[in-house]
């Protein structure tokens, strides 16, 4: 028996060819440009033509049988499922979920905050955090930690200018 996972949505009709450009959750993104030849949409089975990965979390289609932008439009904002068996479930929230408690050293607004939990929305994790007396979510993105030390508990990080006060 087949086991479908979950591991993004299509997104939007991509030229006037059929292509379609879709959202792949981050940690499958490896696992899918090299091991997946069909996408399931609808529980239907597409073959995958061509892909090209345009971003860590985004992917450019073309699959079998579809060849027009009123047939990609038919699958725009569909769940996608992909064979168990060609990815590795991984749960990068769960790993995450070590951070709560840690105090976040942000380098540009010098705060530092207690993270409270990480919250996992469609494409991007959050922080969530209370700073002055109000309640702030700060984005969790490999490009902004600089560094993580298990040993005192700490993360180094370089968020967006502004971020925090934003919030307050």
């Known amino acids: 028996m087949l086991t479908l996972i979950e591991i993004g949505k299509t997104l939007k009709v991509h030229g ?3 292509a379609i450009k ?20 609808d529980e239907v089975p597409y073959q995958i ?7 860590d979390d985004h992917a450019i289609v073309l699959l079998d ?4 932008k009123d047939a990609a439009q038919r699958l725009s904002n569909k769940t ?4 168990a068996k060609n990815i590795q479930e991984k749960n990068p929230t769960k790993e995450l979920l070590a951070l709560v408690g840690y105090t976040l050293k942000d ?3 010098k705060t530092n905050i207690i993270i409270q939990d990480i919250i996992e929305y469609p494409s991007q994790l959050m922080i969530k955090s209370t700073h002055n007396n109000n309640e702030i979510l700060l984005p969790l993105h490999p490009d902004f930690v600089q560094s993580i030390n298990h040993k005192t508990k700490t993360i180094v990080v370089t968020l967006p200018e502004g971020i925090i006060d934003l919030q307050l």
């Open 16 to 18: 006037v060819q059929g």
């Open 22 to 41: 879709i959202f792949i959750a981050s940690h499958y993104i490896n696992d899918f440009e090299k091991k997946v030849n069909f996408l399931f949409i």
């Open 49 to 55: 033509v061509e892909k090209e990965i345009v971003a």
């Open 65 to 68: 049988d579809i060849t027009t």
């Open 80 to 83: 996608i499922k992909v064979d």
């Open 107 to 109: 380098k540009t607004s």
